[in-house]
């Protein structure tokens, strides 16, 4: 399992945990860091750890960082990656999970891409219908640099502050300040919550706000499994949004955490990743 470095730091790292759940899924589990790890390409291939080389090769490797190369080093091997290096890329970038998703008919919120060309407030809100719209950074995460603009100056500082890389999109007011989160694990639903803010937009819990317990109605439930096979993530967390007239997917994410389920004394996501892994470790010649 390959995190970057800085979530050693983090008191929520629980890494201990998650070898004991591997364990009593049959699996041996290393947790290593991507900054340790480099990969060799020429006349010889290979791959280090610490600088010193890596003999014998895992039989499964969970990518809890978006490092596509890495990831692709170990599927040239066929070694099965949890999720896949294609998968990643499209879920890190916030305008190709939206070509994706609504080229195959999924409700996504309007989606305007012109990263690096000038963005015009007038014009946009035409698109949009509205004067309020919603600008965030292409590769953001944990509702990091996620704006609510309302006019040219905050389009403008928005932009800024994601350096051009960003997309505009249409604001659901329908769903201000709640979303939900639904994890996905081989092809199912694995969990659910509602997240909300009473004070913001942003219902992130990272960002400060809070989760309930959420029954997940079957549409929702569909359109969540949907999206991660569409994106081809085998472990995912879709976020969506209250529309008027039903759920609109509003991100996939291929790095998704699990303490936000904890919060509603769910601590399963983790037995049921290494469970699925397991079954594929079991298929492997």
């Not at 020429?42 to 490797?61: C, I």
């Not at 994106?231 to 949004?241: K, M, V």
Request: with cysteine; charged share 20%.
């Amino acid at each position: 399992m390959i995190y970057p470095r800085y979530t050693a730091d983090r008191s929520d790292n629980a890494f201990e945990w998650l070898v004991r759940e591997a364990a009593a899924a049959g699996l041996h589990l290393r947790v290593l860091f991507a900054e340790e790890l480099s990969v060799l390409y020429g006349p010889h291939t290979g791959l280090f750890h610490r600088g010193h080389p890596v003999g014998r090769m895992p039989d499964f490797v969970v990518m809890r960082t978006y490092d596509t190369v890495l990831s692709r080093w170990f599927e040239r091997l066929g070694i099965p990656v949890v999720n896949t290096s294609a998968s990643m890329e499209i879920c890190k970038d916030k305008m190709l999970t939206h070509e994706v998703l609504a080229g195959a008919g999924v409700p996504t919120p309007a989606t305007v891409y012109a990263e690096g060309a000038e963005y015009d407030y007038a014009e946009l809100a035409a698109l949009f219908g509205s004067g309020r719209f919603i600008v965030k950074r292409t590769d953001g995460a944990k509702g990091e640099d996620v704006y609510l603009v309302h006019g040219g100056e905050e389009l403008a500082a928005a932009v800024r502050q994601c350096r051009g890389r960003c997309i505009c999109q249409e604001f659901i007011a329908s769903s201000f300040g709640r979303d939900v989160r639904v994890w996905v694990i081989g092809g199912r639903v694995a969990g659910a919550v509602m997240r909300y803010s009473e004070t913001s937009f942003l219902s992130n819990f990272s960002q400060g706000g809070s989760v309930r317990s959420f029954e997940l109605p079957e549409d929702a439930a569909r359109l969540a499994v949907e999206s991660a096979a569409l994106t081809g993530a085998a472990f995912a967390g879709i976020d969506l949004l209250f529309g008027n007239e039903g759920f609109i997917v509003n991100e996939v994410n291929g790095n998704a955490g699990f303490r936000t389920l904890s919060r509603v004394g769910r601590n399963d996501i983790p037995k049921e990743l290494f469970g699925y892994i397991a079954g594929i470790v079991r298929q492997q010649p």
